[in-house]
């Protein structure tokens, strides 16, 4: 804990100047994020540090395992559809990212064949919206035998599953249709900070490529 309230100290006296001028606006003004941004709880994936944003610029939505449920599921197993709905309807994001990542704890859990310990109910209820990812595993990477490998295409896939579901969301597809929104499907590989986009046409993830290069 220490270091947490050092570093905030630190931010206050090395780097808020840097920024005070945004913070007073934004304060002023409210958020205008341009994209919601859903990924992993994972403490090694950060979205602001990977896509170089500033304050403001992202609604980030972080859970076990980037899992985005469907529109129908009710409770408290669905907290992050809220945050999909304020973001789309309230904040007017142009882009949804779901952004899923290598060496994923809740992927290896998922595809782990032990029971989730009974200790962990919320964890188990939450993973078990993500099976179908296990059964497209079984249907379509038969023929991965290599742990890592297998691990690497149910992280993909779980992406893939989440872009789905967000077409669910009736306030996502309103905004499909007229055009005023765009979504995303992003891999991040963590040990060389790679980032991937899924490519309908080839359907597999590539390296991200800046309009610049």
Known sequence: MQRLIDGVHKFRS??????RKLFRKLSQEGQNPHTLFITCSD????????????????FVVKN???IVPPANVRGDTNSTAAAIEFAVESLHVSDIVICGHSQCGAIAQLLDKKPVS????????WLSMAAPVVDILKKNYAHLQDPKARETAAAEENVLFGLDNLHSYTCVQERLMDGSLRLH?????????ELFAFDPETRQFLPLI????
């Open 43 to 58: 403490s090694r994936v950060l979205a602001e540090l990977i896509t170089q944003s500033k304050p403001g610029d992202l």
């Open 118 to 125: 009974n200790a962990t109910p919320h964890l188990r209820d």
């Open 64 to 66: 076990v395992g980037n």
């Open 14 to 19: 090395d780097e808020f100047g840097n920024y």
């Open 210 to 213: 800046s309009d610049k290069e």
């Open 185 to 193: 499907a992003w891999f991040f590989k963590i040990a060389t900070a």
